[in-house]
């Protein structure tokens, strides 16, 4: 069973800066990609970035220039920097592992910006 562990959330004023880890564990295979995604009180879960394998990268709009999604040493862990922090940032953001013939999420870690 893969499992996911997030770390890194923390409560920071707007401006600052926060990088949030995710530990993938129980899996001899490396995912197809991994992302990070996010869901604000009273709001869908959104799509903040994403890395594939062959390393492609999608970020969304609203990160774009501010966040940068990245991987360690054989793919583990998978990173999110955040900079430039706005309190619209603030969610509980998930690590997300596409395994092909599973997917797996993380429990969460609460970032909170305020302004």
């Known amino acids: 069973q893969v499992q996911l562990v997030e770390s890194g959330g923390d409560s920071v004023q707007a401006g600052g800066s926060l990088r949030l880890s995710c530990t993938a564990s129980?899996?001899?295979?490396?995912?197809?990609?991994m992302g990070w995604y996010r869901q604000a009180p009273g709001k869908q879960r959104e799509l903040v970035a994403f890395?594939?394998?062959?390393?492609?990268?999608t970020y969304a709009d609203s990160v774009k220039g501010r966040f940068t999604i990245s991987r360690g040493n054989a793919g583990n862990p998978l990173y999110l920097q955040m900079n430039s922090l706005k309190p619209e940032d603030t969610a509980v953001y998930s690590c997300?592992?596409?395994?092909?013939?599973?997917?797996?999420w993380g429990q969460g870690t609460q970032v909170t910006v305020s302004s």
């Open positions: 997300y592992a596409d395994y092909g013939f599973s997917q797996y």
């Open positions: 129980g899996s001899i295979l490396s995912p197809n990609g």
């Open positions: 890395i594939t394998s062959g390393g492609y990268i």
